[in-house]
């Protein structure tokens, strides 16, 4: 089955600076890759996905971009504000996701 | 609110019972996902069911179960429990079997075996 992997597990920026989660998966057949933000004690939320047939994707201050020859993917966020602070998970997969482990993310302001 | 329900919200119970958490997806959709996610751990696929048939199953113990009945809801039965089945479940629907659409997550289930 599919195996994902997130790197890093935390993650500390200052307000304003970019912050960049990065994520591997080892089945060439995966063909979706979603990104999901759960905030403390609350559901994941999807923020961002990609398609293997699209090499980037950006949405405001949030990008993602897919190597698929790699078989990486990575979360870049921009303006990092407190808000951003939460939890990351990245996921691949193509009849259901694996999750990877989390990125816990604290924008210190 | 996501569209996706999920009850109850808490649940403690003791050691060696058996407890069933729900789940309603979103309008629409067909697929219904469960996952466990325990203190400060990712999230861990249990099963899905599409349609009310099972479609995958992941780290799922032989003591719990599912299904997914005709008006598409589900039902997480989980038996015989121990202090580590201690997480929060989630339920997740999506339109179709295949990803792609993203899933829709419901609020959990926070069980607390003591």
């Known amino acids: 089955g599919e195996n994902v992997e997130q790197h890093p597990s935390t993650l500390s920026v200052q307000e304003g600076d970019s912050a960049v989660i990065k994520c591997t998966y080892s089945?060439?057949?995966?063909?979706?890759f979603p990104w999901y933000k759960q905030e403390l004690g609350k559901r994941p939320q999807l923020i961002i996905d990609?398609?293997?047939?699209?090499g980037e994707k950006k949405d405001q201050r949030i990008a993602v971009t897919l190597n698929k020859t790699a078989k990486h993917f990575s979360l870049h966020i921009t303006e990092t504000q407190p808000e951003d602070s939460a939890v990351y998970f990245c996921?691949?997969?193509?009849?259901?996701?694996?999750f990877g482990t989390g990125t816990k993310l604290q924008v210190i302001p | 609110d996501s569209g996706v329900t999920q009850t109850p919200k808490h649940l403690i119970t003791a050691t060696g019972q058996r407890v069933t958490l729900r789940c309603s997806p979103r309008?629409?959709?067909?697929?219904v996902y469960w996952y466990q996610q325990s203190l400060d751990q990712g999230l861990q696929f249990l099963i899905q069911?599409?349609?009310?048939?099972?479609?995958a199953k992941g780290n799922i113990l032989e003591r719990f179960s599912a299904q997914q009945f005709p008006d598409l809801h589900s039902e997480l039965n989980l038996s015989s429990l121990e202090l580590g089945d201690s997480a929060l479940y989630f339920c997740?629907?999506?339109?179709?079997?295949?990803?792609?659409?993203?899933?829709?997550f419901g609020s959990g289930t926070r069980l607390t075996v003591v």
């Open positions: 069911y599409y349609n009310g048939e099972e479609r």
């Open positions: 997740a629907s999506s339109p179709a079997t295949s990803v792609g659409y993203g899933y829709t």
């Open positions: 996921a691949a997969g193509y009849q259901k996701v694996t």
């Open positions: 309008s629409g959709d067909l697929s």
């Open positions: 089945d060439s057949a995966s063909n979706y």
């Open positions: 990609i398609r293997s047939n699209v």
